[in-house]
């Protein structure tokens, strides 16, 4: 470290710029995790807060939650700890300023997806919604009253619930009376009592038993089938692997760009007898410090540009995916530097002896 | 047993039309406390026949002996350590780390050896090398003659048993030559170490306990004319 430190700090300007590029690539890297991350809460959230390890579909449904069209006794629970059923509508919602696409979710007040209220209070009279907390956000308040796209009645919030966000747009909870008021108009007094899903929670999914129209869906497979989600989830983690290896190839260059400068002081020092072992430790140790320092300025610069972008960018960082990332981002400059380090076994500490 | 032994030792450089015999088949022996000067014109092989004897480059013939080992057995890692041990350079290129300051090039042996100069013992050799208040400067701060001086310091801070000096007072002007080879000398009795010295300067050679010449790669051993002049 003695030499390694000590080449840092006398030639300030040329380690300056490695790190330079070291924080721009693990910036680059961190920010697109974050974006990753972001994008798939966006899409998820309000399902993973079911905390549900299965949901119930039609067979004809393909995975699709809005094409799935079921009644609610077509399924009695046969095999799995939990069940309730899930009934949904996608509209756009205007409080008069604001406007946003939200999917309604009917949900029974007992059951484990009611979701809690972080303000405000639970839907009781007919009418009555909780909104996720982005539309709060977003210029949306309590009492606010909503007029929908595609009918004439209304919704009121009530209360806001947070994470509940699904395949990129809010949520507002009520009941099914509601919702099919909203289907259906307040005219139709006994509509028939059609559900999209169940959403189920068991320790075996294999055991659960259904009629043969039905399909019992992993969560996990059920989120993978949003629409987009698995295209915007490749697509950016392929950008960031694909930074992963060109940061390695720009590494490398740097490092052995450096060493090529190096190559007379380090015959010096071989022709001396300092071994080619202690060189090449100084070599890694250098290249450690410095993308330990590049990293972290990383990691800072892309929290804090987390901070100050708009709402509407959905980043969210996941410290373990982070922690993870920057173990890579290390261990690939310190492969970069071996490289380095076979051309300095290579030199000859003839080259020292000059004239 | 001598410290350094040279047997039949060649070199030779390429082949066919570029083939240069940069050393012919020379015997040599150094004992310890011997001051030798080795002369002769730019292009000899002085410096090939150094560096054979310190083994930075292996002879195209037969063998170095250093203290009893015979290099061409040592793998080079072995090579390196017997080179820190045994052998100070003084290179006729300056060795100087570039971003070490004066201090820190004789701090980095105290990281990779043993059995260094102690503190009083460097400072009296800094004093003699005149470069006691350069300490803290860096290479491209010193001019030539420093930089040789402080060279010096390096090759003979290891305490190595012989010192190979590639025109170690090239650079210096008469007065400091003089000094240096002086102070060469007195290490070399003192601590009885084998001192090779490759030098044009023949004034400096009068102290010598052996004068080689290198005569296109050969070399002979030179009757001593003392009191000429
Ligand atoms: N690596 C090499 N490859 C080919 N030829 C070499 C090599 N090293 C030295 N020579 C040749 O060997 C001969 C002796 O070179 P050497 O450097 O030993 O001379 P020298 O006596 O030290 O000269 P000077 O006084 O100028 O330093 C020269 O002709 C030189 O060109
Ligand atoms: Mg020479």
Redesign the pocket.
């Known amino acids: 470290m003695f030499l390694a430190w000590n080449e840092i700090k006398n030639n300030k300007l040329r380690f300056l710029l490695v790190t330079g590029v070291l924080v721009l690539i693990s910036y680059l890297v961190f920010f697109l995790s974050g974006l990753a991350n972001g994008l798939e809460q966006l899409n998820r959230e309000a399902v993973d807060k079911w905390e549900a390890d299965g949901i119930i579909l039609t067979e004809e449904a393909d995975l699709r939650l809005q094409q799935s069209i079921l009644s609610a006794d077509d399924f009695d629970g046969n095999g799995v700890d939990e069940y309730t059923e899930l009934t949904q509508l996608s509209a756009i919602a205007s409080n008069g300023t604001e406007k946003e696409n939200v999917y309604i979710f009917a949900v029974k007040e007992d059951s484990f997806i009611m979701p809690a209220v972080t303000e405000g209070n639970v839907f009781m009279d007919a009418g009555e919604v909780i909104a996720d907390d982005t539309l709060k956000e977003n210029g949306f308040a309590i009492g606010d009253e909503l007029s929908l796209s595609s009918t004439d009645e209304t919704l009121e919030i009530v209360g806001f619930t947070d994470k509940a966000r699904f395949n990129a747009a809010p949520v507002l909870f009520t009941d099914r009376n509601t919702l099919e008021t909203l289907q259906y108009g307040e005219t139709v007094e006994e509509a028939d009592d059609a559900v999209n899903a169940f959403v189920i929670r068991t320790d075996n999914l294999g055991r659960v038993e259904t009629d043969e129209a039905l399909q019992v869906v992993d969560t996990e497979i059920f989120i993978k089938n949003l629409p987009g989600y698995t295209e915007q989830n490749l697509t950016l983690t392929w950008m960031i692997y694909f930074l992963f290896i060109i940061s390695a190839v720009v590494l490398a260059i740097f490092l052995y760009v450096l060493t090529i400068q190096k190559i007379s002081i380090f015959g010096v020092m071989k022709a001396q007898g300092i071994s080619s072992g202690y060189l090449a430790r100084s070599v890694i140790g250098q290249t450690f410090l410095l993308s330990l320092a590049g990293v972290w300025i990383g990691v800072v610069l892309a929290v804090v540009t987390g901070l100050f972008l708009p709402a509407a960018v959905p980043v969210a960082f996941n410290y373990i995916e982070m922690l993870i990332y920057g173990i890579v981002l290390i261990a690939v400059s310190v492969i970069g530097a071996f490289i380095s380090v076979q051309t300095i076994v290579r030199i000859d500490p003839?080259k020292a002896?000059g004239? | 047993m001598s410290i350094l032994e040279l047997k039949k030792v060649q070199?030779i450089?390429?082949s066919g039309r570029?083939k240069?015999e940069?050393?012919k088949k020379t015997d040599f022996e150094a004992e310890k406390g011997e001051l030798i000067a080795v002369i002769?014109?730019?292009?000899?092989?002085?410096?090939?026949?150094?560096?054979l004897a310190g083994g930075l480059?292996t002879p195209t013939s037969g063998e170095v002996m250093i203290n009893g080992t015979a290099l061409a057995d040592l793998a080079e890692k072995k090579r390196a350590k017997l080179r820190l041990k045994e052998i100070g350079f003084v290179l006729?290129a300056s060795n100087l780390v570039p971003y070490l300051n004066v201090g820190q090039q004789m701090q980095l042996l105290n990281k990779v050896k043993k059995g260094n100069m102690r503190k009083e013992e460097a400072e009296t050799l800094y004093q003699t090398l005149g470069i006691e208040h350069l300490l803290h400067h860096f290479p491209k701060d010193l001019s030539g003659g420093e930089k040789q001086r402080v060279a010096i310091a390096k090759a003979l801070y290891t305490n190595p048993s012989i010192i190979l000096a590639?025109?170690p007072t090239a650079s210096l002007d008469s007065d400091r030559a003089f000094e240096v080879m002086n102070m060469l000398k007195e290490i070399t009795k003192e601590k009885q170490k084998a001192t090779i010295v490759?030098t044009?300067d023949t004034r400096l050679i009068d102290d010598c306990d052996k004068v080689y010449k290198?005569i296109d790669?050969k070399l002979e051993l030179q009757e001593k004319i003392h009191h000429m002049i």
């Open positions: 003839l002896i004239g | 070199k450089f390429g570029t240069v940069a050393m002769g014109p730019s292009g000899s092989g002085k410096s090939t026949f150094l560096s480059q006729q590639d025109e490759v044009h290198m790669g």
